[in-house]
């Protein structure tokens, strides 16, 4: 199974764009969505699976700002 990463970036003009990356293969687009789209257009068949994990660590309704600091910890 192939490892890929969506990251925020700036671009030239400091708007934020998406990399995706997947070893040797990456693409870039105005949305995360857009940026695994293209890249998954890059991949061959068997280098892309359907498991997805998306990772946010800001706050959300299920974890405040405190709960996710006191167990960061946890997770280093």
């Given at each position: 199974m192939t490892t890929v990463a969506i990251l925020p970036v700036s671009d030239a003009s400091g708007e934020r764009i998406y990399r995706a990356v997947a070893g040797e293969k990456q693409s870039t687009a105005?949305?995360?969505g857009e940026a695994l789209n293209a890249l998954t257009a890059l991949?061959?068949?068997?280098?892309f699976s359907t498991l997805l994990i998306i990772q946010s660590f800001r706050p959300d309704g299920f974890f405040s700002?405190?709960?996710q600091h006191s167990n960061s910890a946890y997770l280093s």
């Open positions: 105005y949305t995360a991949l061959e068949g068997d280098e700002a405190e709960q």
